[in-house]
């Protein structure tokens, strides 16, 4: 089941707003502990985060850069400001989607559906495993030897390429290929720093050398 977290101070509109999700199968995670929303919401880790911008002791702006500096959990600003500068400021700051309040339900429903797909390719089956290396990726985390790391979505989608073609090289072209079936713009340099970044993850977890470039061919495991 997957997880949103209210950030809302309202306590009608918060209660409203997760009897909806619920009956949409989305389970509800809220909290009173306005002060101290970035560190709930990381030991959560919920699916996506639902996020206010009026809220006591730290506005909506601040929480969506702080939380974005740690995270990549998808974030829809919910507003009753109508402000353009609040819209761009929000999506400059890391936020996926800004709706304003009053909100269609319906609408609100289809954009929280459509970021979770875009996010987590709700299409996975399960785990992907290569020796002790696991990759779920449903929340784009990596597993290994009791270690965890998340991923972002290109780090994500690059290893689960490898990992379905284990033993196989992936040729950059192949790759770029894969990302660009989203809605990320990739080419040459970026894909470099994306393949780098996911070496040092795999790196800080433990698992030194498993990614592997095959010079003039590509990556494998």
């Known amino acids: 089941m997957q997880s949103v977290l209210l950030v809302e101070d309202d306590k009608i509109l918060r209660r409203e707003l997760g009897t909806l999700l619920e009956k949409h199968g989305y389970s509800v995670i809220t ?4 002060a101290h929303i970035v560190e709930f919401a990381l030991s959560r ?34 507003t009753s400001s109508d ?8 999506l400059n700051l890391g936020a996926d ?7 269609n339900t319906r609408i609100l429903l289809a ?15 399960g785990p992907l ?22 991923l972002t979505r290109n780090e994500l989608r690059i290893l689960r390429l490898l990992m379905e073609n284990q033993g196989r090289i992936a040729s950059r072209d192949d790759i770029m290929n894969a990302l660009w079936q989203s809605d990320a713009f990739v080419d040459d340099n970026t894909l ?27 990556y494998s495991l």
Do not use: W
């Open 111 to 125: 954009k929280i559906s459509a970021l979770m797909s875009r996010a987590y390719d709700m299409g996975a089956s």
């Open 97 to 103: 989607q800004f709706v304003t309040k009053p909100y």
């Open 31 to 34: 909290t009173d502990d306005f």
């Open 192 to 218: 470099t720093v994306n393949i780098n970044r996911l070496r040092r993850k795999l790196d800080a977890l433990g698992a030194k050398d498993l990614l592997k470039t095959r010079r003039g061919q590509g």
């Open 45 to 78: 880790n919920p699916h996506l985060i639902l996020l206010d911008l009026n809220l006591p002791f730290h506005d909506g702006h601040y929480l969506c850069r702080e939380l974005r500096r740690q995270s990549k959990i998808p974030i829809i600003i919910v």
């Open 83 to 90: 402000s353009e500068m609040d819209e761009l400021m929000s």
């Open 129 to 150: 495993r290569f020796g002790e290396l696991a990759l779920d990726p449903g929340r784009g985390t990596l597993f290994y030897r009791g270690n965890s790391a998340e």
